[in-house]
Each structure stands twice: as structure tokens, then as C-alpha cells.
């Protein structure tokens, strides 16, 4: 993956009076624009549509969220960590799910196979898969699609592979919890499935422990194990998090290459920007437990309508401004999840704030462009194209 080191913004010459509210990417269509980018010019051109039909008609969703909502019950009080989130997953795209820390990104990916920790619990919505609601059926019937049909990939590598068996032993134990393997294909399947995310000499691998291997390497078999069964969805959690940036292209191909290959639907949770141009069909920004904008990657990057993705794309460096620049902040923090009142969450920090917003409930997501939706009554204007 190439790492934006000098943020998402290509160079954009002249600079308007509306600069200030431009995306990242308006006009980027031309070879010159990605040169002076730190994107490479394959990403531009993506982000700027170039050979994308932007009129594909949509395949039938594999997996879609209505009114989800969970919530964590401790003495203190309710923690909404997720808040009526509603979308749909077609086969072969991947949708990144961005937001600050805290915001309920993995909260949401863990409810949707029902993994929440106590005391948390989904409390409203449902989840559908191939027809059947998860939220519905029995720990039988869960078990039979958790890992087979919708996979995890978990945020700590590390932490998330038992640190007193082998890895071989891990591995196997995924294939024969769902599949009737005799025991001398047992080994050969395991080995098989870790040379597949290419790692070398899997054999030594499969024998040694996960103390013994490097962050990188965990986070690959971790990937071997949620890929072995070749599930139709996986939900990768942070997937490139610690990574150095060799070990992070290397684990986003290999995710990208399941895409193309299998069909596989991804649902990417992530911070990195960089990370969301290069591999997002869709993205959903997530404040506060909702969904505050949906769209398609390059109208999100190119016009961000919420003040707070407008906000959030805004501290990335820019190579179009003087190196003296500073970089620009969000005020403020975010909201405590326990003590969320029926407006905005956003509103303590936005700066396009109204009287609406203070008075009335925080709005629901509607549509202000093609393929885009926000939830903000007073939503980011762009006057470039009148330009």
C-alpha cells in the first residue's frame, strides 16, 4: 500500500476563495494532478472515477443492518456505543467504516455476530444474511455461520491467537470445527492455508507458538484463519494497525485479492485514510454510535457534506499549502457515549451550527447527492463546479 505521508490532497494550482471547502479530490482526472500527489496515480484516478461505471446496476446485498442499535449496561449507567445503524453490503465491495477512536466502530462490527462482551448487549434492529436474521437464530445455528459464512479478522493480532498452542493447532482447529477433514489431510490443509497469505516456510510456522512470530505474521495468520473456509463476508477490525507500511500493503493485497478473486464482501474498520482511498467502494463515517455520512468513496473524499468529515479530512497535510501551514484541528472532544442527549452529538464542536440543531433531535441520514446521504440540517455547501 502506498502510504500518503503527505496526506489524501493533491496539488490544486491556483486556489479558489472557496479552497477552504473543497475535498480532497474536485478536479483530478489528469496524469499532471496525481504526479504532484503523494497518492499513487492508480488511487487518484480511482477516487476521480476514471474507468469506474458509476451506473452498475446493484447486485442483491449478502448482508444488511436495520435500526441496529447495543448498548453496554454497567452501574454507571447505559453506554449507547451503536445507534440505529442501518446499511447493505453487496458481494465483492468493501465498505470502511471511519471515525475517531471511541466512536463504536468495533463495538458495531463485534454486534453483528453477536460477539459483545458483557455487560454489552444489541437492544434494537436486526441483521440479515442470505435471508436469515443472526439476531434470530439459536447458538446452533450462529455457530454454523461464525466463522464459515462471516469471519472476523480481530484488532490485536497477538492477543487474539491462543498463546499455548501452536499455530498449526489453531488453524486446524477452525477447518475441523466446520468441515469433516480425515487427520492426514488435516496438516496438509493447514499448511496449505498459510502459504496461501504468503507465508514463508509454513511448515515452521504451523509449529511455532504466536509469541514466537512478529506483529505482521500474527495479523497474516489471523487472515489465514478467517479466509480458510472462504467465507462470503469478512469483517476485518483495524487489520493494518502497528504495521509497518511493507507489512501493511502486503496485508491489504491479500485482502483485495479475496475480493476480486472469491467475491468476498469486506467491511473495513479503520482510521487510515490512506487506507479507505485505496480499498473502499463505500464509506461510513461514524460519530458518537451513528452513521453521519454515506457514500461512495470518491464523492465522500471529493465532497464531504457532514461538517465533521469535512472537519476530519480537513487536518490531513496538503501538498498544495506552504510548508509554515499548520495543520488544522477538530475542537473540542468527542462526546461521552453514557451521556448522549436527542440532538447532535456533533454539535459542541461544529461550526455551522443552528438553532434547528440545538432545538430540535439529530437529524437522519438523507440524500444531498447522487449515491451520498447525510444526517446534518445545515450540510457543507461546494460551489466549485460553478466556478
Not at 28 to 53: H, M, N, W
Not at 298 to 314: M, S
Request: glycine share 8%; hydrophobic share 40%; proline share 7%.
Amino acid at each position: 500500500m502506498w502510504k500518503c505521508r503527505g496526506g489524501l490532497y493533491p496539488r490544486s494550482g491556483r486556489r479558489s476563495t472557496s479552497a477552504r471547502q473543497r475535498g480532497p479530490l474536485s478536479r483530478y482526472t489528469e496524469r499532471e494532478g496525481a504526479r504532484s500527489c503523494a497518492l499513487p496515480f492508480r488511487i487518484v484516478q480511482r477516487l476521480a472515477g476514471v474507468g469506474k461505471d458509476t451506473h452498475r446496476p446493484m447486485a442483491e446485498p449478502i448482508l444488511r443492518t436495520r435500526g441496529l442499535s447495543a448498548s453496554f449496561f454497567t452501574k454507571e449507567g447505559v453506554i449507547r456505543a451503536v445507534q440505529n445503524v442501518t446499511f447493505a453490503l453487496e458481494p465483492g465491495k468493501v465498505l470502511a467504516i471511519v471515525g475517531e477512536s471511541g466512536c463504536g466502530k468495533s463495538t458495531l462490527g463485534l454486534a453483528l455476530l453477536r460477539l459483545l462482551p458483557f455487560p454489552g448487549k444489541v437492544t434494537a434492529g436486526s441483521v440479515e444474511f442470505d435471508g436469515r436474521d443472526l439476531l434470530a437464530l439459536d447458538e446452533d445455528e450462529l455457530r454454523k455461520v461464525r466463522g464459515r459464512r462471516i469471519s472476523m479478522i480481530f484488532q490485536d493480532p497477538v492477543s487474539g491467537l491462543n498463546p499455548v498452542l501452536p499455530i498449526g493447532k489453531q488453524v486446524e482447529e477452525i477447518l475441523t470445527s466446520h468441515m469433516d477433514i480425515p487427520k492426514k489431510e488435516r496438516k496438509q490443509r493447514t499448511i496449505e492455508v498459510l502459504r496461501h497469505v504468503g507465508l514463508a516456510d509454513p511448515e515452521r510456522i504451523a509449529n511455532s507458538y504466536p509469541f514466537h512470530l512478529s506483529g505482521g505474521m500474527c495479523q497474516r495468520v489471523m487472515i489465514a484463519m478467517a479466509t480458510a473456509l472462504n467465507p462470503s463476508v469478512i469483517i476485518a477490525d483495524e487489520p493494518t494497525s502497528a504495521l509497518d507500511v511493507t507489512v501493511q500493503a502486503q496485508i491489504l493485497n491479500e485482502l483485495d485479492q479475496l475480493r476480486y478473486q472469491r467475491g468476498t464482501a469486506i467491511i473495513l474498520i479503520t482510521h487510515d485514510l490512506g487506507v479507505v482511498a485505496q480499498m473502499a467502494d463505500e464509506v461510513a463515517v461514524m460519530y458518537a454510535g451513528r452513521f453521519i455520512e454515506v457514500g461512495e468513496v470518491r464523492q465522500i473524499f471529493k465532497e464531504p457534506r457532514h461538517p465533521y468529515t469535512w472537519a476530519l479530512l480537513n487536518t490531513l497535510p496538503r501538498l498544495d499549502r506552504g510548508g509554515d501551514h499548520q495543520l488544522h484541528s477538530i475542537p473540542g472532544a468527542p462526546p461521552s457515549m453514557m451521556n448522549l442527549g436527542e440532538e447532535c452529538a456533533f454539535l459542541p464542536r461544529c461550526t455551522k451550527a443552528m438553532n434547528r440543531c440545538r432545538h430540535e433531535p439529530a437529524p437522519l441520514l438523507e440524500t444531498v447527492a447522487p449515491h451520498q446521504r447525510a444526517a446534518c440540517y445545515n450540510p457543507v455547501f461546494h460551489d466549485w463546479d460553478e466556478e
